[in-house]
């Protein structure tokens, strides 16, 4: 019996249901479709991308080389498109995800400017009503969430926001339409990847910039390139490679941890090690470090002492150089931001640094900020205030399970899954890339999730079983299991996104473990074995 018929005889509607259209839900559609489902996706915007449709503001690029964050499951698709840049901005990878949409003929089955508010698992039909913010619903089968991790964007709960008569966005819902800095007195809250980003693009053209700084990051230089024909070409031949070794590697980037430790090394080596990973692109300084910089106080202190050392070189006035060394935390263990001139950006006349911890914010004005000792007036106020992370998304949907039981209270101290895909009361709700997923390299790891997913719906459909479920125990396991393996991290020390902290929402100021550390490899190692035995780990009928 083909798939799609067994569940068209028990319930009305879609087989599958998918929330977003941005990198995981575009994947997840197409791999549905192989199985020859009735499958729906649901987004919010008004085109595909997700993160690349959302992000548009000023200098918005990825920090994972575009060859290795490509799709590799279309030989075809590796063929035709060519990248310009190592690194590429927002309008690339918008362009490249549309890119993919048409030539797979995706956009048939997404449904644009459909925000989903709510999901309830009914257990008489074992399907889940979907409920739009237009008012239409909807029933599926199974519920697959695409939602991103970094996509519920959070304002800083700062009183008069609403009040400033100029310009102000928040970058994540940056305008389609060109903004124009000439002339124009512009305040930048935030200095987080995506402020860095602005930061360093606004100062270009900004009549005046002031940063707005609470805490400050440890940058690396991202040394972008342009890709010509003939490396492309290399490129491209080198594909098959270039993905296996981010198979290989603990975030499935092309940078591995090196075997040695920064402590066993002389410091001449330690020194001239360093100095070549930060003069070379990307994510080789964090991912391709020596292997005890996240979990050994020492060589972190020794990092994070080499980093404010080209703090120092790069910013002229020693006052402003202090001031961007970040006090609390160690290198590498918040995300490292990479940047393209983040630091010179400072020694420019028309930018001023003002440190938050010292004169704090107290208000938007009408005309623009004012803090402890000062007001400032603006034209345009950019908040780079960051993303209720990884749940984030999932608590703006109302979620409901088995006996009618809430997602979000489930996960109020902290998420518990199975795999990072399923959760136990949540029947036939699937996540591709929800919390306690590793991070890194995304569609890396989005095309390995997908494709289990696929494999699980279709072990299903074949066996006309049509309720699956985590069992209680599984969940329990994997979570502590997650747990463990973020034990002796540093970064489980620090406040961050990727501990769940975020002072702007109500209840995300204890620090939880979001996301599996274990690496992607063990990761699939223990997702490949309960799909070899059958799923038997899970409850299905
Ligand atoms: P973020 O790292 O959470 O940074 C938010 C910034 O806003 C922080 O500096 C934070 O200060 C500040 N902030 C928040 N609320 C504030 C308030 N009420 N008053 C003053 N300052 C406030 O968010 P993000 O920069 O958007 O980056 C999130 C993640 O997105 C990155 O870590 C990265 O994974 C991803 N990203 C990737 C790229 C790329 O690939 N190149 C680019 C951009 C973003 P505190 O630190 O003190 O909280």
Avoid at 102 to 129: G, M, N
Avoid at 166 to 190: D, N
Avoid at 279 to 298: H, Q
Avoid at 440 to 453: L, S
């Amino acid at each position: 019996m083909a798939a799609s018929q067994a569940i068209a005889e028990t319930t009305a509607g879609f087989d599958a249901i998918v929330i977003g259209a941005g990198v995981s839900g575009l994947y997840q559609l197409h791999k549905l479709r192989e199985l020859g489902l009735k499958v729906r996706v649901f987004e919010t915007g008004t085109g595909v991308g997700g993160t690349w449709y959302w992000n548009r503001y000023p200098g918005a690029r990825f920090d994972s080389e575009s060859w290795t964050y490509g799709y590799s499951f279309s030989q075809e698709l590796l063929e035709e498109w060519d990248w310009d840049e190592h690194f590429a901005g927002q309008p690339e990878t918008e362009r490249y995800l549309n890119y993919v949409a048409d030539k797979f003929d995706l956009r048939r089955d997404i449904q644009f400017k459909s925000r989903v508010i709510a999901a309830h698992y009914r257990e008489e039909t074992r399907s889940w009503e979907v409920l739009l913010e237009d008012g239409r619903r909807y029933t599926t089968r199974f519920l697959i969430t695409a939602v991103g991790v970094l996509s519920a964007a959070t304002m800083p709960t700062i009183p008069g926001v609403e009040r400033f008569h100029g310009q102000s966005c928040h970058t994540h819902y940056w305008p389609k339409e060109p903004v124009r800095f000439e002339g124009k007195r512009v305040a930048v809250i935030g200095t987080g990847a995506t402020g860095v980003q602005t930061i360093t693009e606004v100062a270009k053209t900004a009549g005046h910039l002031t940063v707005f700084q609470r805490t400050p990051q440890w940058c690396a230089p991202l040394h972008n390139g342009k890709i010509g024909n003939d490396e492309m070409s290399r490129i491209r031949a080198n594909f098959p490679e270039i993905f296996a070794r981010c198979q290989e590697t603990y975030g499935c980037f092309i940078h591995a941890t090196d075997p040695r430790a920064a402590l066993e090394v002389s410091p001449e080596e330690r020194e001239a090690f360093w100095e070549k990973l930060y003069s070379e692109p990307g994510f080789g300084i964090w991912m391709g470090n020596f292997r005890d910089i996240l979990v050994d106080r020492k060589a972190n202190a020794l990092i994070s002492d080499f980093i404010a050392r080209k703090i120092r070189q790069r910013v002229k006035d020693p006052a402003v150089a202090e001031k961007l060394i970040p006090k609390n935390h160690g290198f590498g263990t918040r995300r490292v931001p990479l940047e393209s001139g983040y630091f010179e950006v400072y020694n420019q006349p028309n930018v001023k640094l003002v440190d938050i911890t010292e004169t704090p914010i107290e208000c938007i004005t009408p005309t623009g900020i004012k803090t402890s000792d000062r007001e400032y007036e603006f034209d345009i106020i950019i908040y780079a205030t960051g993303f209720d992370a990884i749940t984030g998304a999932f608590d703006r949907i109302d979620i409901h399970g088995v006996g009618g039981a809430s997602l979000k209270d489930k996960w109020k101290d902290g998420p518990q899954t199975f795999l990072g895909i399923l959760v136990d009361g949540f029947p036939n709700l699937l996540m591709v890339m929800g919390p306690h997923a590793g991070l890194g390299n995304f569609p890396r790891a989005v095309e390995y999730t997908a494709d289990w997913v696929t494999d699980l719906i279709r072990f299903s459909c074949e066996r006309d079983l049509t309720r699956i479920e985590a069992t209680a125990a599984g969940a329990i396991a994997w979570t502590d299991h997650v747990i463990e393996a973020s034990e002796g991290l540093l970064f489980t020390e620090i406040d961050s996104w990727m501990t769940g902290i975020n002072r702007n929402v109500e209840g995300k100021q204890v620090r939880r473990i979001m996301r599996y550390s274990g690496g992607h490899p063990a990761f699939r190692k223990r997702c490949d074995a309960v799909a070899a035995e059958g799923y038997r780990e899970l409850s299905l009928a």
